[in-house]
């Protein structure tokens, strides 16, 4: 994987942010997903996500762990993408608001679910204290891992602030085994990793990429988690908590 270039990376949020807006919005599909035309193919989406809810796939596991954390919950989910991981949530959960600062993410995930009990909206996760909306639990997967670490720590201290106690919250990321050594430390960057990447129209993009490890997870949930259960696959971390006074 080639480096983006060799200037300073810059952690300063909204700047960043934007940033990886910009990278999201300009993402293609994966081939897998994607029509004739390169387009998106909600079908072909759909099947791929239920095909990976199957005992014996490596996904299993989280996907029943999300499941029965968000059963019967009133779900915030922050980074929805494609719609992965709310097509899992629908039938499991009361209702979910899936959220994305994406416009052709949200756009892809409302052709993939199609469910009566699931809305969708821009949102920027970083800062959810102003969202209209009554919540008991919070989704992000493959999100926080992308923002700086004071950034993600800032968000998690909003994020319980909005539920309250007894709110529920499920973070995931992935490993990313594969990548360890494409991931490399930046002037600017701080303590954070970044990586090059290069699935972007606009070419090779530098993000935030940080791997996290138990002792990452716990820090970045804070005082305020309690029931905390982390889990851990061979592609993702994932961590399930209740928020406490
Ligand atoms: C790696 S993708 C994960 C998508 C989905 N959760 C999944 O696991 O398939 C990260 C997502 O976070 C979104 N995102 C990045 N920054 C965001 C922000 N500040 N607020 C909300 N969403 C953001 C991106 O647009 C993208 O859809």
Same mark, same amino acid.
């Given at each position: 994987?080639?480096?983006?270039?060799?200037?300073?990376?810059?952690?300063?949020?909204?700047?960043?942010?934007?940033?990886?807006?910009?990278?999201?919005?300009?993402?293609?599909?994966?081939?897998?997903?994607?029509?004739?035309?390169?387009?998106?193919?909600?079908?072909?989406?759909?099947?791929?996500?239920?095909?990976?809810?199957?005992?014996?796939?490596?996904?299993?596991?989280?996907?029943?762990?999300?499941?029965?954390?968000?059963?019967?919950?009133?779900?915030?989910?922050?980074?929805?993408?494609?719609?992965?991981?709310?097509?899992?949530?629908?039938? !499991?959960?009361?209702?979910?608001?899936?959220? %994305? @600062?994406?416009?052709?993410?949200? =756009?892809? *995930?409302?052709? +993939?679910?199609?469910?009566?009990?699931?809305?969708?909206?821009?949102?920027?996760?970083?800062?959810?204290?102003?969202?209209?909306?009554?919540?008991?639990?919070?989704?992000?997967?493959?999100?926080?891992?992308?923002?700086?670490?004071?950034?993600?720590?800032?968000?998690?201290?909003?994020?319980?602030?909005?539920?309250?106690?007894?709110?529920?919250?499920?973070?995931?990321?992935?490993?990313?085994?594969?990548?360890?050594?494409?991931?490399?430390?930046?002037?600017?960057?701080?303590?954070?990793?970044?990586?090059?990447?290069?699935?972007?129209?606009?070419?090779?993009?530098?993000? !935030?990429?940080?791997?996290?490890?138990?002792? %990452? @997870?716990?820090?970045?949930?804070? =005082?305020? *988690?309690?029931? +905390?259960?982390?889990?851990?696959?061979?592609?993702?971390?994932?961590?399930?908590?209740?928020?406490?006074?």
């Amino acid at each position: 994987m080639q480096k983006a270039d060799k200037g300073v990376f810059t952690r300063d949020w909204p700047q960043y942010r934007d940033n990886l807006k910009a990278y999201y919005d300009r993402r293609r599909l994966s081939d897998p997903f994607q029509d004739g035309d390169g387009g998106c193919d909600p079908e072909k989406i759909r099947s791929l996500i239920r095909s990976h809810h199957v005992a014996g796939d490596w996904r299993f596991e989280i996907i029943e762990h999300l499941r029965r954390a968000m059963a019967d919950r009133k779900v915030l989910e922050l980074g929805c993408g494609y719609g992965y991981w709310t097509y899992h949530l629908a039938d !499991v959960a009361e209702r979910v608001l899936a959220t %994305d @600062i994406s416009e052709p993410g949200l =756009a892809n *995930a409302r052709l +993939v679910v199609d469910a009566s009990n699931v809305e969708f909206n821009l949102q920027d996760a970083s800062d959810v204290s102003d969202l209209t909306g009554s919540f008991d639990a919070v989704v992000s997967v493959n999100m926080i891992n992308h923002f700086p670490r004071e950034v993600a720590l800032a968000t998690l201290q909003r994020i319980n602030a909005r539920l309250g106690a007894g709110g529920r919250v499920f973070l995931a990321g992935e490993h990313y085994y594969g990548w360890r050594r494409m991931m490399y430390r930046k002037p600017g960057a701080g303590d954070d990793f970044v990586s090059a990447r290069a699935d972007s129209d606009a070419g090779a993009v530098e993000i !935030v990429d940080d791997p996290y490890e138990p002792d %990452d @997870i716990r820090r970045l949930i804070g =005082a305020r *988690a309690s029931d +905390v259960f982390i889990g851990d696959c061979l592609g993702y971390w994932w961590v399930r908590y209740t928020v406490c006074e």
